[in-house]
């Protein structure tokens, strides 16, 4: 990853952990945070383990990303620091955010866990802010890992202590399951066992989300805020879908890491082609659709995560698509400030697109792409209808 971004990197077990070793090297407790609320909800629980509070910022209908000219000058002079999500891999503003940030004299810190090999122009994402969190749990088709790439590699090695101090300590038993478990989710899926395997999980109550967002805790959450700066205050909300995302890699698991990211390019190549396919639907995102169609002249579609179709019922096509044996993820539905609340988090000034983006989203994995055309022609879901805003105008960067 150093060859591919230019960047020294620091190697952390998550991109969760990434993202919070990043605030508390840049960010002063009682600080706070813009971010997108279009986002998974456990980025909130690690904002504000760091001591932050989390500000939401109004975001693009077209990607669920930050809407830069949206922000009011009121709220660019009370942040301490930019926190891009880079939604499902489609780039925020990185360029304008950088010189907006050093403009106000505060850090642009890069989310990029949905976003290896997506550029803006020709340049990567993850090389724009000061700090960069990846994870090769999306792409690389693992099951934790991650890095931080790093603007200044002199942060290097303050990064690497605060992460060794917030380590736990490695476990040969939960090294085999996490080696083993992207062989088992593969066998689950080519024996069509996934519909009964999820029924079993939900019946069993071993899902920790009841639908899209985790459950708030309320009365916990306000002790452990009050202990911020804290990751061990927070674990109960940061580890939710992956409990080792702090704990030590062994010699087993970083191999079968290693493996997974030599494949990495074979995968990328594979998004794209998916990426391509369904943007070219009705349902893609505005910002979709304008990407490939730019990709496709310019041969650089983007390797996108997971492409957002933009449906209307979307609720009700996820539960038919489950009856198919396709699980839909990553539904950041409702927006961060609607789940959390302004207790804990700063609403958005116009949340009405995170809530338009949110409410409609479907996001489909390009590496199904060929079966999810025949399901979605054969549910034949209606597209959303547009945003019921200004037009929506091509302010997305050229990726």
Sequence with gaps: MRERLGRECVYVPSCRLAVYLALRRWCAPGGSVLMSPVNDDVMVFVVLAAGLRPVMAPVSPRDGNIDIRAVPEST????????????????????????????????????????????????????????????????AGATGGGF????????????????????????????????????????????????????VMRTLGLLERERFRMELQERHLREAAGRSPDLGAFDRWVRVDLHGYRREHGRLLRRTLRRRVSGLDADLSRRREGTRLLGGTVWAAAGVRSAVAEGVQDRGVPPLFRVPLMVRDRDKLVARLERCGVVIGYLYDP?????????????????????WFAAHALPVDPLLARRMMRL?????????????GPALRDQSPRV
């Design 335 to 355: 927006p961060l400030d609607d789940f959390a609340g302004p207790e804990f988090v700063e609403p958005s000034p116009a949340p009405e697109a995170a809530r």
């Design 148 to 199: 931080l790439a790093l603007e200044d590699p002199a942060d290097r090695k303050a990064l690497e202590h605060l992460r060794d101090e917030l380590l736990a300590p490695r476990q040969l038993h939960r090294d085999l399951a996490y080696a083993l478990r992207p062989l088992a989710r593969a066998a689950v899926q080519r024996l069509h066992l996934v519909r009964p395997v999820w029924r």
């Design 376 to 388: 979605l022609q054969r549910e034949a879901p209606q597209a959303a209808d547009p945003f019921p």
């Design 76 to 139: 660019w002079r009370s942040v301490g620091a930019v926190l891009t999500t880079n939604v499902y891999g489609m780039p925020d503003d990185a360029d304008e955010l950088r010189t907006r940030c050093d403009r106000m004299g505060i850090p642009l810190l890069e989310d990029a866990a949905h976003a290896i090999g997506t550029t803006v122009g020709d340049r990567p994402i993850g090389t724009f802010g000061k700090a960069a969190a990846f994870s090769l749990g999306k792409h």
